[in-house]
T-cell receptor, first 115, second 112 residues
Framework: DAGVIQSPRHEVTEMGQEVTLRCKPISGHDYLFWYRQTMMRGLELLIYFNNNVPIDDSGMPEDRFSAKMPNASFSTLKIQPSEPRDSAVYFC?????????????FGAGSRLTVL | TQLLEQSPQFLSIQEGENLTVYCNSSSVFSSLQWYRQEPGEGPVLLVTVVTGGEVKKLKRLTFQFGDARKDSSLHITAAQTGDTGLYLCAGDDAGNNRKLIWGLGTSLAVNP
């Protein structure tokens, strides 16, 4: 398996523009997670899905953020409009099961810079 | 908000040295995971500890879960340059919709 695939790897955009990040989870993994990582706050869970259904989106910062999972092999995280404080590395991760023995496999991340 | 505190925040050592990094909380966790993250990559799971007092070994890495399941340590023997990276701990909070609580990590640099 190719692992969790994220695109783009790097995105530089200007404030106010729409940003769409994409993720392809590992086939057969029922859980998909979107995280944001910054130096100051570390890894923050934004939202997670189980069988394509959003389960917990309490970590989504505000209405500018939205996430979808139209099928088992694809998810998007959209920011509209983007702001400089959204600059971070965004990770997608998938897991075949929930805790306590979940095994999160992370993608390589999408580094977002909002000017 | 529950926190996992990791120490030290930064560590720079010479190849061949031993080191221990810590992950502490005032809360009890059902399980705790350790990840290593290299620059430009996502975190990679190293180990999961579940039972209080549990010790797990992964080659030169030894992981221990505290008896009260509130803390954990990672000991590396004879560090190698390939051990360089960010070490993250994450606790499974059974009372918070089974979310993982993450520490900020220990950034380890092993110099040749």
């Amino acid at each position: 398996d190719a692992g969790v695939i994220q695109s783009p790897r790097h995105e530089v955009t200007e404030m106010g523009q729409e940003v769409t990040l994409r993720c392809k989870p590992i086939s057969g993994h029922d859980y998909l997670f979107w995280y944001r990582q910054t130096m100051m706050r570390g890894l923050e869970l934004l939202i997670y899905f189980n069988n394509n259904v959003p389960i917990d989106d309490s970590g989504m910062p505000e209405d500018r953020f939205s996430a979808k999972m139209p099928n088992a092999s694809f998810s998007t995280l959209k920011i509209q409009p983007s702001e400089p404080r959204d600059s971070a590395v965004y990770f997608c991760a998938s897991s075949p099961r929930q805790f306590p023995l979940s095994v999160l496999t992370f993608g390589a991340g999408s580094r977002l810079t909002v000017l | 908000t529950q926190l996992l505190e990791q120490s030290p925040q930064f560590l720079s050592i010479q190849e061949g040295e031993n080191l221990t990094v810590y992950c502490n909380s005032s809360s009890v966790f059902s399980s705790l995971q350790w990840y290593r993250q290299e620059p430009g990559e996502g975190p990679v799971l190293l180990v999961t500890v579940v039972t209080g007092g549990e010790v797990k070994k992964l080659k030169r890495l030894t992981f221990q879960f505290g008896d009260a399941r509130k803390d954990s340590s990672l000991h590396i023997t004879a560090a190698q340059t390939g051990d360089t990276g960010l070490y993250l701990c994450a606790g499974d909070d059974a009372g918070n919709n089974r979310k993982l609580i993450w520490g900020l990590g220990t950034s380890l640099a092993v110099n040749p």
